[in-house]
């Protein structure tokens, strides 16, 4: 079974406006961290932000936010005001144990 | 500070031939893994180590061999190339006890096997 589902294979968004990258996960574990990670065409992978699961504020970091639904198991990605350097492949994570499952990534394209 | 380096950034190989992909991290850390992104993919779990002297399987282990003889260096070996191992490949680090920001990426070795 899917541990991390990224539902939208690709996103546009017009610059300046606000973007949603949904990422679904699933565990058994009371523990877990779920993070979020770009990925430009250059290759490197490049953290975004983390949210633990006991975490009772949604974590932001600059533009970047994190949607924290437990009870539906959702930790969607919110970028305000995007900008055209935000083109990317984004990948939802979730730490299991020793390791991170990776979900298989939405591509984010940026329009001016 | 280096971070996590990997070496080589690119490499042809052969199908048959044998390469292994070297990764160093100089931030003491305990956990390494190696990952595979195929092209318009997630990343993928290959090998992962929680200490010197200790590895493990990840999701796709099969045609690859790992080593952690020291906590500096994991390298992936790659004994019998095939076609199907024709991707990028990322090493990673991560402190034992993580804040939930420490999980340090290679910047990627692009493999082609032919």
């Known amino acids: 079974a899917q541990k991390i589902t990224q539902t939208q294979p690709g996103m546009f968004v017009q610059e300046k406006e606000a973007v949603t990258l949904d990422c679904t996960y699933d565990?058994?574990?009371?523990?877990?961290?779920l993070f979020w990670y770009k990925q430009p065409s250059s290759g490197e992978m490049i953290f975004l932000i983390y949210?633990?699961?006991?975490?009772?504020q949604n974590a932001t970091e600059g533009r970047y936010s994190l949607n924290f639904q437990k009870a539906r198991k959702s930790a969607n990605l919110v970028i305000s005001a995007s900008q055209l350097g935000d083109s990317a492949m984004y990948f939802c994570?979730?730490?299991?144990?020793?390791?991170?499952?990776f979900g298989a990534g939405t591509i984010l394209r940026v329009k001016s | 500070n280096a971070g996590v380096t990997q070496t080589p950034k690119f490499r042809i190989l052969k199908i048959g031939q044998s390469m292994t992909l070297q990764c160093a991290q100089d931030m003491n850390h305990n956990y390494m893994y190696w990952y595979r992104q195929d092209p318009g993919m997630g990343l993928k779990l290959i090998y992962y180590s929680v200490g010197a002297g200790i590895t493990d399987k990840g999701e796709v282990p099969n045609g690859y061999n790992v080593s952690r003889s020291t906590t500096e260096d994991f390298p992936l070996r790659l004994e019998l190339a095939a076609p199907s191992q024709t991707s990028v490949y990322f090493c990673?680090?991560?402190?034992?006890?993580?804040?939930?920001?420490?999980?340090?990426f290679g910047e990627g070795s692009w493999l082609t096997v032919v």
């Open positions: 949210q633990g699961s006991y975490d009772e």
């Open positions: 990673a680090s991560r402190a034992l006890r993580e804040s939930g920001n420490t999980i340090y």
């Open positions: 994570a979730m730490r299991e144990g020793t390791h991170k499952v």
């Open positions: 565990t058994s574990d009371q523990s877990y961290g």
